[in-house]
């Protein structure tokens, strides 16, 4: 299993632009988590997603973010337009019901850089 | 889901066994005790949990103290890799319609193994 897969590693953008953060999750998973890591807030749960349908985004920052799973394989969180305040590492995770022995499988992140 | 508090640091010798500690005193009879860590720039790895009992895997051990109020995950042969922030999680795994649960990490502890 290739685990929760991400792209991209890294992205540097300048501010007003729109950037897509991209998430496969691993198959079967029926979870798909979000999360955005900064120093100075750790990592907070942005939204969450069961059988792609969103059930909890109360972490979603502003409406300038929004998060879709249109299928069981995929995950996109968006940001438009983005400001420098939104410059951390983005990680998406995945888990599956009932499977409590293993927890969430993070991907390795997105670092974005918003200039 | 109860709060944890975890000291904002330790130092191992490498080889020793690292003892890292975790209250929960506001813990309640459906949660669970979770453990994760994170590795410089990589995204967080489960490594166990429990409810009552202590649980071994192949990474670590976790002893939870009888009336559930405090654990310590146990790493018994610490090497350089390990290095890491350990997260000490409560959980309830009980929710509506298939389990509405989710991770909220707090700051917890930086582990710093030393040669």
């Known amino acids: 299993d290739a685990g929760v897969i991400q792209s991209p590693r890294h992205e540097v953008t300048e501010m007003g632009q729109e950037v897509t953060l991209r998430c496969k999750p691993i198959?079967?998973?029926?979870?798909l988590f979000w999360y955005r890591q900064t120093m100075m807030r750790g990592l907070e749960l942005l939204i969450y997603?069961?059988?792609?349908?969103?059930?909890?985004d109360s972490g979603m920052p502003e409406d300038r973010f929004s998060a879709k799973m249109p299928n069981a394989s995929f995950s996109t969180l968006k940001i438009q337009p983005s400001e420098p305040r939104d410059s951390a590492v983005y990680f998406c995770?995945?888990?599956?019901?009932?499977?409590?022995?293993?927890?969430?499988?993070f991907g390795s992140g997105t670092r974005l850089t918003v200039v | 889901d109860a709060k944890t508090t975890q000291p904002p640091s330790m130092d191992c010798a490498e080889g020793r066994a690292a003892n890292l500690p975790c209250n929960h005193s506001t813990i309640s009879g459906n949660e669970y005790v979770y453990w994760y860590r994170q590795i410089h720039s990589q995204g967080p790895q489960y490594i166990i949990h429990g409810l009552k009992n202590n649980e071994t895997n192949e990474m670590a051990s976790l002893i939870i103290t009888e009336d559930r109020k405090s654990s310590t995950l146990i790493l018994p042969h610490a090497t350089l890799r390990d290095t890491a922030v350990y997260y000490c999680?409560?959980?309830?795994?009980?929710?509506?319609?298939?389990?509405?649960?989710?991770?909220?990490f707090g700051k917890g502890t930086l582990l710093t193994v030393n040669p």
């Open positions: 999680i409560v959980l309830s795994l009980l929710g509506s319609g298939g389990s509405n649960y989710k991770l909220t």
């Open positions: 198959s079967g998973h029926d979870y």
């Open positions: 995770a995945s888990s599956v019901q009932g499977a409590t022995n293993y927890g969430y499988t």
């Open positions: 997603f069961n059988n792609n349908v969103p059930i909890d």
